[in-house]
Nanobody, 120 residues
Framework: QVQLVESGGGLVQAGGSLRLSCVAS????????MGWYRQAPGKQRELVAT???????NYADSVKGRFTISRVNGKNTVYLQMSSLKPEDTAVYYC??????????????WGQGTQVTVSS
């Protein structure tokens, strides 16, 4: 099992910045990718950004140019730097790890989520 612990959420005014952190621990074999997803009230969970172990990144169109994902492989840590925040960024943000287990099967692990609220 892999445990993910997020931190860094909170309340911020529109135009402000926040930095989310996520640390993976437990029985880690190979984490091939880590990422951030979010879920706003009444909406489905959506991808925000992902980063592979080779530091290839992918962003949702709605956050391109405003959010930056980064990863420290040796520490199994991923960050999400969020700038120019908008009220529509308000959501619970979840950390995700795509993990290759010793059985050579891929598993998805999720954190408990951290609330980000952007006031107008």
């Amino acid at each position: 099992q892999v445990q993910l612990v997020e931190s860094g959420g909170g309340l911020v005014q529109a135009g402000g910045s926040l930095r989310l952190s996520c640390v993976a621990s437990g029985s880690i074999f190979v984490i091939t990718a880590m990422g951030w997803y979010r879920q706003a009230p009444g909406k489905q969970r959506e991808l925000v950004a992902t980063v592979t172990s080779g530091v290839s990144t992918n962003y949702a169109d709605s956050v391109k140019g405003r959010f930056t994902i980064s990863r420290v492989n040796g520490k199994n840590t991923v960050y999400l730097q969020m700038s120019s925040l908008k009220p529509e960024d308000t959501a619970v943000y979840y950390c995700n790890a795509y993990h290759l287990g010793p059985d050579l099967k891929m598993y998805d692990f999720w954190g408990q989520g951290t609330q980000v609220t952007v006031s107008s």
